[in-house]
């Protein structure tokens, strides 16, 4: 016996086949299933079939106090783990009419974008593997290390950050900080050159990518496409602009846009927008330093903390989308209900069903990554 | 005794003496040779098949690309399981992926290792009380190391990976083995998760008497109800929809 | 034209009978409206107020009051406001309309709030399971389902006896409560 959901969909025509590229595939962005039905080399349907990361998030999280749930909060995306914790912190605060203090908040800004960085070059890296040129892949983790070493300086940890708290960060910057970000921060800016010698201006990646799963503004307010997939359509919409939370209010960026709406379109947001969180660290090392106080609010005993029944939505903008969460409480210590509602739930989803739909089966893979579709937050 | 006496140290490996002949081998003092050899040869080449299974993936690029490099220990990313010799499970396994685990163990040929990165194989780590993941990885496969961490450093994880080649050296690594000699435990902790009628392509019982590993517990219980609930892999039934055929088709 | 268009939404919303509605802030907007009104409601906000993205369709399972919350989150890009609709139905045959012809990205969410809850949306593209395909247990968000109770019924822990810990056995002390007794996040969930 197979496991269940390896039964073919139906009996196909001849002419057809099925094929499922399943969880263990370099053509998959971490552990996700898509089953395809093929005729020669062009797709016909595609099914996506998640839940091989599912862990019941929401179910632990009512288990736990909600100082506890910061531990598995930033587990939910794993490549870019900052704004889960940012958006949960926030809701949190919201319920309880925290105040969080200015000094606190800038440093939020500054780590939201940093890891936006770390996670765009690994999407670099990621989408252009899927075209073959592994190149990419090495030099983006590698640059992406760089970003990961900050946040091991500034909160212990490589990967899982855990630096939020309700009420403000953890601790504050060790001294010297400032001068190690900005020379990372000099560093990968002057690597966007190469980037853009070796990939976005590559005669190859571009031939590929190129048309591959085009999406117009139409379809892309229909289906809920949100983030970077957004702008490549043509639409200016930014969760940090449209919605501002934390200091982004007073940041000056732009929004890049591109108008193709295509995997090409897609890497090139990402790429202006990697340029565009530089530009965000860079002011924010500026203004800090002239913003002294403390780096939390009080709140009150972690351990025995009721907080005050309501609900509260927050939204937040990761490297993928609009992050938006969902929290309930009913006035005891652990959270009610909280529910996440990930980017990648839309993108991975109905949106990587319908546009694999008519393209060649070496492009499967591409539009996959070209979209960001991060299944850790489609399962929770 | 104060604290620092109790903290037990560790003892340096010593390989095993070169004139022991190993059980079964017969008296050529030759033989031993070879297989030093071969197991020198087998733990310094060695293809890791990179099943990302949680979120400990995360760290395994850094640890495969140039700045942790481990392909100059020999380690290289493998993606096909048949030529693979290492199932790396980097972090928690949900219940859906674990059955994809174990079919893809069974189509790894031996000798085969396994490596448990992330507390979440060890003991269920940060979601032991979810509903959705496996706890204990060595109940449902035969781990060689665990790799403890959430998630371990990409100099963590060449550390195991070292562990391993010693292992591998000095003939230690052979967990592959036990899971012929006591496929019924295994396989009755996969069907207590899986319902009883779990079953994969592979037949483990076959393979265990071609590596000559049929031992007392390969069979019991557990292995019983997988003939109970057989069925054939055959082929899908194909059905042509064209009316004109119809009249040819297999009633 | 933004601002007209936000008043003239307070005001409709003030003047339709059975919804009641509060702002909680100047980008969030709560509105309770029966359940057999919510898809009109949604349809108004869509077409007439620029509301086209369904940001999120979230269940909260009261088990108290044996009902089902479904909140629907709408985000209009023009006003830059979001609305939150919430609705109640009854736990038992936890039955409801789908929103997916207004929509389409309702699809996941009704899909997954099926699968985690066993509400049952009527007219939706597919209710096939999709992230617990290989569970056959009761729907896992629903507040009576224990999961510790699930793991320890289900799994088994890693066997952990080391040197330092049969030391103190054999002094005389050791693990007072066993992992199986020991139920960390239910033990005072109903003293507090």
């Given at each position: 016996m197979r496991p269940e959901n390896y039964e073919a969909q139906r009996h196909p025509p001849s002419h057809e086949y099925e094929l499922f590229i399943g969880p263990n595939h370099p053509g998959i962005e971490g552990n996700y299933a898509f089953k395809l039905r093929l005729h020669g080399d062009r797709v016909i349907e595609g099914k996506a079939d998640a839940?091989?990361?599912?862990?019941?998030f929401e179910k632990l999280m009512e288990g736990r106090l909600w100082i506890q749930n910061l531990a598995i909060t930033p587990r939910i995306c794993v490549p870019d783990p900052v704004p889960m914790e940012v958006s949960y912190v926030l809701a949190v605060e919201d319920l309880c009419g925290l105040e969080v203090p200015l000094r606190a908040q800038w440093l939020r800004v500054m780590q939201l974008e940093l890891s936006r960085i770390a996670a765009h070059l690994f999407t670099f890296g990621g989408h252009a593997a899927t075209t073959g040129m592994y190149s990419t892949m090495y030099w983006g983790v590698a640059d992406r290390d760089l970003v990961l070493d900050l946040f091991e300086e500034l909160c212990g940890g490589r990967v899982y950050h855990i630096y939020n708290i309700p009420g403000g960060v953890r601790r504050d910057m060790p001294p010297g900080f400032t001068e190690r970000v900005a020379n990372t921060l000099d560093y990968l800016e002057s690597r966007l050159p190469d980037y853009d010698n070796l990939l976005f201006t590559n005669q190859v990646f571009v031939q590929r990518a190129r048309g591959i799963g085009p999406i117009s503004r139409q379809q892309a307010l229909e289906w809920g496409v949100t983030g970077p997939n957004l702008r490549a359509t043509g639409l200016k919409f930014d969760v940090r602009r449209d919605?501002?939370?934390?200091?982004y209010d007073q940041i000056d960026f732009e929004i890049p846009t591109e108008e193709a709406g295509d995997a090409l379109a897609r890497a090139l947001v990402r790429r202006s927008e990697l340029k565009e969180s530089i530009k965000i660290v860079r002011q924010v090392l500026e203004r800090l330093p002239s913003i002294p106080g403390p780096i939390r609010c009080p709140i009150p005993n972690p351990l025995a903390w009721n907080v005050p029944a309501g609900s509260t939505y927050t939204r937040v903008e990761s490297s993928k989308g609009e992050l938006s969460w969902y929290v309930v409480s009913n006035g005891k210590e652990r959270p009610y209900r909280t529910h996440v509602r990930g980017p990648s739930q839309m993108h991975a989803v109905q949106v990587l069903e319908r546009l694999s739909v008519g393209c060649r089966i070496e492009d499967v893979a591409q539009i996959m990554f070209s979209l960001d579709a991060c299944p850790p937050e489609v399962d929770r | 005794m104060s604290a620092l006496d109790k903290i037990q140290v560790r003892e340096e490996r010593l390989p095993p003496s070169k004139g022991q002949a190993q059980a079964g081998?017969?008296?050529?003092?030759l033989a031993n040779v070879f297989d030093e050899l071969i197991n020198f040869a087998r733990s310094r080449s060695l293809f890791m098949l990179?099943?990302?299974?949680?979120?400990?993936?995360?760290?395994l690029p850094p640890a495969m690309t140039s700045r942790f490099d481990m392909e100059r220990l020999g380690v290289q990313p493998m993606v096909s399981p048949r030529q693979a010799d290492i199932l790396l499970v980097t972090g928690y396994v949900s219940v859906k992926t674990l059955k994809r685990v174990i079919l893809t163990y069974e189509q790894m040929s031996a000798p085969k290792y396994v490596i448990g990165i992330c507390s979440c194989t060890v003991n269920g780590g940060m979601y032991w009380q979810s509903y959705a993941t496996a706890k204990k990885l060595n109940d449902y496969l035969p781990v060689d190391i665990y790799i403890a961490g959430c998630m371990p450093r990409p100099e963590a994880v060449i550390a195991g990976l070292r562990d391993l080649i010693e292992n591998i050296k000095h003939g230690e690594a052979n967990s592959w083995k036990d899971y012929y000699q006591r496929y019924d435990h295994y396989l009755g902790n996969q069907q207590r998760l899986f319902g009883e009628d779990w079953q994969t392509p592979t037949n483990v019982i076959g393979e265990a008497r071609h590596y000559g590993l049929f031992g007392p517990e390969t069979l019991g219980a557990h292995t019983a109800l997988l003939e109970q609930y057989q069925r054939p892999l055959d082929a899908l039934d194909m059905k042509i929809e064209i009316p004109e055929l119809q009249r040819f088709q297999r009633p | 034209m933004s601002k007209e268009l936000s008043t003239w939404l307070d005001k409709l919303l003030q003047e339709l009978e059975g919804i009641e509605f509060r702002r909680k802030s100047a980008r969030r907007l709560r509105v309770d409206v029966a359940p057999d009104a919510l898809p009109a409601l949604l349809e108004l906000l869509r077409g007439r107020?620029?509301?086209?993205?369904?940001s999120a369709i979230s269940c909260v399972d009261w088990i108290e009051e044996g009902e089902f919350e479904l909140v629907y989150h709408v985000w209009s890009y023009e006003l830059q406001s979001l609305v939150s609709a919430h609705t109640r139905i009854p736990r038992e045959p936890g039955r409801y309309i789908s929103v997916y012809d207004i929509y389409p990205a309702a699809g996941f969410f009704e899909r997954d709030i099926h699968e985690m809850f066993g509400v049952w949306f009527e007219g939706a593209p597919d209710m096939s399971k999709f992230i617990l395909t290989e569970w056959d247990g009761p729907?896992?968000?629903?507040?009576?389902?224990d999961s510790e109770a699930w793991v320890n019924a289900h799994f088994d822990w890693q066997d952990y006896n080391p040197e330092w810990l049969q030391d103190l056995v054999a002094q005389g002390g050791g693990i007072a409560i066993p992992p199986d007794e020991q139920r960390f996040s239910r033990r005072n969930v109903d003293e507090t």
């Open positions: 839940g091989y990361l599912h862990r019941g919605d501002p939370y934390l200091v | 081998k017969g008296t050529n003092p990179h099943y990302c299974t949680g979120c400990g993936a995360i760290e | 107020a620029s509301y086209v993205h369904l729907p896992p968000m629903r507040k009576e389902f």
